[in-house]
């Protein structure tokens, strides 16, 4: 394993090389003995993986190939991240929360507890790329939402708790809790009966 900065691990880790931990940010290039990756128990860290200094994860994490997760992250416990997935940096995740294959995590997105995020699903966080004008502004993912396969999350969006994006959707405005968003651009719909019937349980 690679390791640059100060780095901890918990019990139980298992790694399967090649693996970098603490990668140093722009500000640390060069530099030693500043805050690495944390990383708690019952993790496993498959080849390809590299995470980022100042980055905090909680117990049974799992990477998939490839992963890249940017520094000042923030992950919970039993996060399962897919293969090539990129975290960018300043990025918080909950508990419980699957990001599948290829999924793209902007800087400054906020992602709650349960939530589960399909294929190639992009995130964005720039209104008007590359000129940044208000700012990277990441959306918002509340508890247990779920997004499906292709979608596109636009800067500063909100998705509602419970609520689902179907895929190949383009969201560009607030998705309610418990309603579903289908369309491009994404239009706003009840959730069908059996789902809603399963989130009220």
Do not use: W
Request: aromatic share 4%; hydrophobic share 40%.
């Amino acid at each position: 394993m690679i390791e640059y900065g100060i780095n901890k691990t918990g019990e139980g880790l298992q790694v399967f090389e090649p693996v970098t931990l603490g990668f140093p940010s722009r500000e640390n290039i060069g530099k030693t003995g500043f805050v690495g990756t944390t990383i708690g128990k019952d993790a496993v860290l498959r080849s390809g993986t590299i995470i980022y200094c100042d980055v905090i994860i909680g117990d049974r994490f799992q990477s998939g190939h490839n992963v890249i997760i940017r520094e000042k992250t923030r992950i919970g416990d039993h996060v399962s991240i897919g293969t090539s997935v990129v975290i960018e940096g300043n990025t918080r995740l909950g508990s419980d929360v699957s990001l599948q294959s290829m999924v793209y995590i902007p800087t400054n997105t906020t992602i709650g507890d349960h939530v589960f995020i399909g294929p190639n699903t992009v995130l964005t966080n720039d209104r008007y790329p590359p000129s940044g004008i208000g700012g990277l502004v990441g959306p918002v993912i509340d508890h247990h939402a779920a997004i499906g396969a292709n979608a596109t999350i636009l800067p500063n969006i909100h998705i509602g708790e419970g609520a689902l994006v179907a895929a190949g959707a383009i969201v560009t405005r607030d998705v309610p809790a418990h309603k579903l968003a289908v369309g491009a651009p994404a239009r706003i719909r009840d959730l069908p009966s059996a789902l809603a019937t399963r989130k009220s349980r």
